[in-house]
């Protein structure tokens, strides 16, 4: 079953951390094959939630380009090293492409044989024998009368007086060459029901293999070439080949480049995985993604636009996604994206595991810091309840803890601080930030207002925004204070609709940044 990947945005908070792997644990339950998956490093807050709930952190998605591993390629296709030149050409035609990878006894590849390769082999007059005694059996429907070596090395030769080691000789008249066992005979290839009884000492006591053919001497000698192994004729020069995890993009550059029609794809230590060939580049295989607790495409993982948008679940405004087809998107005005998810559990009837009811309720604790939020709505705060029964949770008390864990600066450079918590907008060609830091004492940050505004003027270069505010949330005191870029005062005063601003302006009751904060910013901007 194809997996799906569910993850939030690019600044994994507790909010989105939770709902996706709350989400991904209600489409498991309905029979999907859904994996939890963030987009950077969780927070202090984060971390404490899923220790206290015993949950592993979600694995880290880097992109979901498309790769080559989600092209439809010929999976499993190669031949052993030791696989006759006949079976080669047999594989190649029945598989209908035009050249296979060759492979050693570990998988690993080593060449490429072509459908001309194999051709120009077929035509050339080549003596030269190497190949194994079954190999041969097979090609020329032998029969097995006495083997002494398992892999044949020798020469054909119509004269069994040629001066040549390793003799392999193809007769329909054993009387001739009795006489010359010692003679560096290899192999004897018999072309009729000879009677070779009184024989048998000869050949064991000269160790020499002997086969029988109900073909003909020239039907053997025009086949025999056929058993040799594929590995004598694989070239050097095609020994390209690419990895499942290199970008669809990059392959295809390259593919115009080499003019190729086949391209061995491997794993890892070269170990060959298939085929891939021109003609199919275009027949993908998409990344299934899930997303949720955002929808604008900067928040998101690299390479969206190549993946397959399943499902979207969000409570925030509307935001820059687009997709092909008509999908799934719920959003809703609530505080966290936990209970939007609350209700889909109940829509399908599901059970709410008491570890999953227990992440879900600290995502709406966090979004809405504890229901002080101005996006706390009377439903978050009734689904805050039913989770907290199922988890046996004290709000209260769990949430000091929460918070407590969360707002601890300690250890983090200024640059982490702001932007653990970054938001990027757009409004027509303007781009702005804005951070939230929340804390239980705005002090820390106060005392190092002039180092915090001088990071954020750097942080404002360095991803070429417009603006960029950094809003210091005081649980405590139940505000937040405002720090900004310094040449954006007269911008924050039309927004704000006062003349007295200044860095560190404290707005009492401000908790949101998307509800109060957001809008007023983006009015001005437009």
Do not use: W
Request: with cysteine.
């Amino acid at each position: 079953m194809k997996e799906i990947y569910v993850f939030g945005h690019k600044k994994p908070d507790t909010d989105t951390v939770t709902s996706a792997i709350a989400l991904a644990n209600l489409k498991n339950s309905l029979g999907m094959n859904a994996k939890p998956m963030i987009l950077g490093h969780i927070n202090k807050e984060t971390q404490f939630v899923l220790n206290y709930f015993n949950i592993e952190v979600p694995e880290y998605l880097e992109d979901v380009k498309l790769q080559i591993k989600d092209l439809k390629y010929y999976k499993n296709c190669f031949v052993h090293e030791t696989t006759s030149l006949k079976e080669t050409h047999d594989y190649i035609y029945n598989k209908k492409i035009t050249g296979v990878p060759v492979v050693d006894e570990n998988q690993k590849f080593i060449g490429l044989v072509t459908s001309k390769m194999l051709c120009e082999e077929f035509i050339n007059d080549s003596k030269n024998i190497y190949t194994s005694y079954d190999n041969i059996l097979k090609v020329i429907k032998g029969e097995e009368v006495l083997r002494f070596d398992d892999e044949i090395f020798g020469c054909l030769c119509k004269n069994i007086l040629d001066d040549t080691q390793n003799k392999i000789i193809i007769t329909d008249d054993i009387e001739s060459i009795k006489q010359h066992l010692n003679s560096n005979l290899k192999l004897i290839i018999l072309t009729r029901d000879v009677d070779i009884k009184n024989y048998m000492d000869l050949f064991n006591s000269n160790k020499i293999n002997l086969i029988k053919s109900k073909y003909d001497i020239y039907d053997i000698y025009k086949n025999i070439v056929l058993s040799n192994y594929v590995k004598n004729i694989v070239s050097t020069e095609r020994t390209i080949s690419f990895n499942e995890n290199d970008y669809y993009d990059d392959f295809k550059d390259k593919c115009l480049k080499l003019g190729y029609n086949n391209y061995p794809v491997v794993g890892s230590g070269k170990k060959c995985l298939g085929l891939v060939r021109i003609t199919d580049i275009n027949e993908v295989d998409k990344k299934q993604v899930i997303l949720v607790d955002h929808n604008s495409s900067n928040q998101s993982v690299e390479g969206l636009e190549e993946a397959e948008i399943l499902e979207i679940i969000d409570h925030h405004n509307i935001g820059t996604i687009t997709t092909n087809m008509p999908i799934n998107f719920r959003n809703m005005t609530v505080g966290s994206t936990n209970t939007i998810l609350y209700s889909m559990y109940n829509e399908k009837k599901v059970a709410i595991p008491k570890h999953i009811a227990g992440i879900m309720l600290s995502g709406i604790i966090s979004d809405t810091l504890k229901f002080t939020s101005p996006t706390t709505t009377e439903y978050d705060k009734y689904v805050a309840m039913k989770l907290a029964d199922i988890a046996s949770i004290d709000i209260d008390d769990y949430s000091y803890k929460m918070f407590k864990a969360g707002t601890n600066l300690q250890g983090k450079t200024m640059e982490q601080i702001i932007e653990e918590d970054m938001k990027v907008f757009e409004v027509g060609n303007k781009k702005f930030a804005i951070s939230q830091v929340l804390t239980l004492t705005g002090e820390d940050i106060l005392e190092k207002k002039n180092d915090y505004i001088a990071k954020i003027d750097e942080l404002k270069t360095k991803g070429y925004f417009n603006l960029f505010i950094l809003c210091v949330t005081d649980l405590i005191k139940d505000g937040s204070y405002i720090f900004y870029d310094s040449s954006n005062e007269s911008l924050i005063k039309d927004a704000l609709d006062t003349e007295e601003i200044y860095e560190g302006y404290f707005l009492p009751k401000c908790l949101s940044r998307k509800k109060q904060l957001l809008p007023l910013i983006m009015n001005v901007v437009k």
